[in-house]
């Protein structure tokens, strides 16, 4: 039996680092906007949620198609947990199977990246999966090496062990592990079978600052031109090219 899927897109009306940010205006249209229009453009979810603390976000709903749940207020500070947010949703919709948290801010997640993912978690039958940039680098973590050897010769970064970093562009649970670990231990975001998914090189853009509003605008806007590679003509003189 195939199994209901919900997407939830969870969208605060507060903010510390940038006000409003997710009424907040990228190419013309608010941030919001494009996490909805990539889980409309998966076509993997039975419905798609705004999941807010202010009504103001159902005005949005109803502009792009989309369902809104309106949370209780004491899920709207800044102190409030994911877990938490997700716990009171699966309780208010018990009769989804699988929830995919599709984060607003992440402005640059397409909707056929979003549709590769949910299919890999169906198809492997994970539990919990976060998505993550990958990258080799060397890491320290409280100064002491990560996956690196002071002892040795500094080692080429693409022979380094990749690290993976927290994206959250994409969070996805399977209602009966996530409601199980949540009612033992009050926490339950990685519950389970769990994966980390690495994410394409673009789409780890997540707006929580000016600086990350701006570089987002850059990389939708530069989608639509042509990028021809060029060198310095210096390697004409020595026949490289």
């Known amino acids: 039996m195939k199994p209901k899927i919900y997407a939830m897109i969870p969208a605060r009306i507060g903010s510390q680092r940038l006000k409003f940010k997710n ?11 494009y996490a909805i229009n990539a889980a409309k453009q998966s076509k993997c979810f039975d419905k798609i949620f705004i999941n807010s603390d202010d009504k103001i976000f159902s005005n949005i709903s109803k502009r792009y198609g989309v369902n809104f749940y309106l949370r209780p207020k004491k899920l709207g500070s800044s102190n409030t ?25 992440a402005p640059l997640q397409s909707g056929n990246e979003i549709k ?30 990560l996956n690196y050897n002071i002892k040795s010769k500094f080692a080429k970064t693409q022979d380094l062990k990749k690290i993976q970093i927290f994206v959250y562009s994409i969070m996805m649970w399977r209602k009966e592990k996530f409601t199980k670990a949540y009612k033992k231990r009050k926490s339950a975001i990685l519950s389970g079978k769990t994966f980390f998914y690495p994410l394409e090189n673009s ?39």
């Open 23 to 33: 009424l907040a205006l990228l190419n013309n249209k608010p941030i919001i906007y």
């Open 203 to 241: 789409n780890p853009i997540i707006v929580k600052t000016l600086d990350d509003l701006k570089l987002a605008e850059y990389f939708i806007k530069s989608k639509s031109k042509k990028f021809l590679l060029k060198y310095d003509k210096v390697l004409k003189y020595k026949n490289f090219i």
């Open 81 to 105: 947990r994911s877990d938490d947010v997700v716990n009171d949703f699966i309780k208010k919709f018990p009769d989804l199977d699988i929830l995919v948290w599709v984060n607003s801010i």
């Open 116 to 145: 590769k993912i949910v299919n890999f978690y169906v198809k492997k039958k994970i539990d919990s999966l976060i998505t993550v940039e990958e990258k080799n680098i060397h890491c320290n973590y409280n100064n002491k090496p």
